[in-house]
């Protein structure tokens, strides 16, 4: 962190604390995204023998820095052990189905991403099958499949991502069983979650992790609090009781509504939330918050949103990264008063 700061932000002398481990190394994660590829990518070990191998099938993880090398796995130990049964199910499913998985580079195919996403409070799965297409008689037998071998799995969509974007995000979603969401809980408020919302990966660290934002927060009951991408509102919902309200901003419609279901789930109405492109939206606000959470994806604040942002001028920021290069080069925009 430090290092990022001084390197790409420019920024010396801020005190960085030290790093607060995760409750749990292996296992912990809430969701993960495997890639379908029709060429599978060869480990080094692979590619130096002569025996004939079988590399047109491939449902894993990309290569770091690729988006067309896909290694086939058999197990992530990130995630808890009944997600690599559902892989392993969807794999053989997969594979063996008539319609061919995608190809990265030919833009062609039908089976694109599996991602999984599971609570740790309900102990329950959502699986969200990825596809091309649109041809539910393709990939109902799958989420049949999947929910009578594993009772855990409470929730089985299907996304139709037809462009050519390596995303899994869909253009639209159906509902092939179960429930459209799962509810999993952070501190002493529950969260329904879709396909598409972000929730942050870890949620037992989400409690900590939540637990520190209030603290640099420094909140107070008359506080105007504004949520920056504010996904399904877990920060905002966890603050809320401490001020007089909360505004999130959130471009994805499904968190948005996500969001407002768990303001209600939980009892809460002093929130509100606005869903559109930030840029858009913080232009037309009719109030200055007196606190800003700001929590981007891995890619950062766009230079529009920082410069309004700035021109807002709340009396107090607490930024949310999960990337330190992103960060450092958005508070070399502004670096003045930096507490890490």
């Given amino acids: 962190m430090a290092d990022s700061l001084v390197h790409i932000g420019s920024i010396e002398h801020i005190p960085v604390h030290p790093v607060i481990p995760s409750e749990k190394i292996f296992g912990y994660r809430n969701k993960m ?24 099938f491939a449902l894993g993880l990309h290569v770091p820095g690729t988006f067309y090398k896909v290694l086939d796995i058999e197990a992530c130990l990130l995630m808890p052990a009944l997600g690599n049964e559902i892989l392993a199910t969807a794999r053989t499913f997969m594979k063996n189905a008539d319609q061919p998985v995608y190809g ?3 833009h062609e195919g039908f089976w694109r991403f599996l991602m999984l996403r599971h609570s740790v409070d309900k102990d329950q799965w ?29 929730s089985v969509v299907n996304n139709i991502n037809s462009r050519k974007a390596g995303i899994a995000f869909g253009e ?38 939540y637990r520190i934002v209030e603290k640099f927060s420094k909140l107070g009951k008359n506080d105007t609090v504004l949520d920056l991408y504010c996904g399904a509102g877990t920060i905002a919902l966890t ?28 009892g809460i109405d002093n929130c509100r939330f606005i869903q559109g492109d930030i840029r858009d939206k913080l232009g037309q606000l009719d109030t200055t918050p007196d606190l800003m959470i700001i929590d981007p994806p891995r890619a950062g604040m766009h230079k529009d949103v920082v410069n309004q942002v700035l021109a807002l001028s ?27």
């Avoid at 995204?33 to 047109?56: I, K, N, Q, V």
């Avoid at 990825?130 to 008689?137: C, K, L, M, Q």
């Avoid at 799962?182 to 037992?204: K, L, V, Y």
């Fill in 33 to 56: 995204e495997f890639s379908l590829s029709d060429r599978r990518w060869l480990l080094p070990e692979e590619m130096a023998t002569d025996e004939p191998l079988d590399t047109g």
């Fill in 104 to 106: 990265l580079r030919s």
């Fill in 126 to 154: 959502m699986v969200n099958i990825v596809t091309a297409d649109e041809d539910r008689p393709a990939v109902q037998p799958l989420a049949d499949a999947l929910r009578a071998a594993y009772p855990q799995v409470a």
């Fill in 172 to 209: 639209y979603e159906i509902l092939l069983a179960g429930e459209p969401v799962i509810t999993d809980r952070i501190g002493d408020r529950t969260f329904s979650i879709s396909a598409n919302s972000f929730f942050q990966t870890n949620t037992r660290g989400a409690k900590i992790l």
């Fill in 239 to 266: 603050l809320a009781n401490q001020v007089k309200s909360v505004i999130g901003i959130e471009i994805s419609e499904t968190a948005v509504n996500d969001a407002v279901k768990n303001s209600h789930a939980n």
């Fill in 314 to 340: 709340p009396e107090r920021i607490v930024y949310v990264s999960c990337n330190p290069a992103t960060l450092a080069r958005d508070l070399s925009l502004n670096a003045v008063d930096l507490t890490i």
